[in-house]
């Protein structure tokens, strides 16, 4: 039986909470029928049936990564999407893929960035999602660090903040003076006296 009609579009409804819903019922029953079926309509002539899907299968991989990670390529083809929404809709799934397929991801980054620099916010917030989980990797970690800085000094400053604490969990000793560095750099750009002291904060907590 088709899960199509289960999706908010299919429903009339203009909320997320049949997406989540059907989504919660796939991570329960582990449906990787119901999984493929979602990836196949990313390419459905209704805009909001895709949309839909894409909602639901990173709200799949946000519980269940495995259940969507054979399905990386299908994510990394949309960052080319011309639909904002399934740019980062795509972006957010393959942030949830990382510590599945690091090898494939980390392979797939020059598309990632490419993405991060001409996307949407949350695009954005996405990729610096996934440079940071590929520092915590050991084998990744020395090329994909310089990135990570590149994001930090080039990102608008009040996403500067958030980015740095998501961050700290992942710079070892190895790093931390370049990241100090960068974040010092940029703190004459933040404007909110609150946004600079979250980076002060930061700043602090790595030097010790």
């Known amino acids: 039986m088709s899960i199509i009609p289960k999706l908010a579009t299919s429903l009339n409804r203009r909320d997320e909470v049949p997406n989540q819903e059907l989504a919660a019922d ?58 904002n929404r399934m740019q980062w809709g795509a972006m957010t799934a393959i942030d949830c893929i990382v510590d599945v397929k690091p090898d494939e991801v980390f392979a797939a980054l020059p598309a990632i960035i490419d993405a991060s620099d001409c996307g949407s916010v949350i695009t954005r917030d996405h990729c610096v999602g996934i ?56 703190l004459g750009d933040i404007e909110r006296e609150s946004g600079r002291k979250r980076v002060e904060k930061v700043i602090k907590k790595i030097s010790r």
Request: net charge positive; proline share 4%; charged share 25%.
């Open 26 to 83: 796939i991570v329960k029953l582990k449906d990787t029928g119901a999984v493929a079926e979602l990836v196949q309509n990313l390419s459905n002539k209704n805009k909001g049936i895709r949309h839909d899907c894409i909602k639901t299968l990173y709200e799949v991989g946000y519980a269940e990564p495995k259940l969507i990670a054979k399905y990386l390529n299908d994510f990394l083809s949309l960052l080319r999407s011309k639909d």
């Open 131 to 186: 440079l940071i989980k590929l520092i915590s990797n050991q084998e990744f970690a020395a090329e994909a660090f310089p990135l990570l800085l590149k994001q930090l000094l080039t990102c608008p400053t009040n996403q500067l903040p958030m980015y740095a604490e998501n961050a700290v969990s992942a710079i070892d000793a190895s790093c931390k003076e370049r990241f100090v560095k960068v974040l010092n750099t940029r």
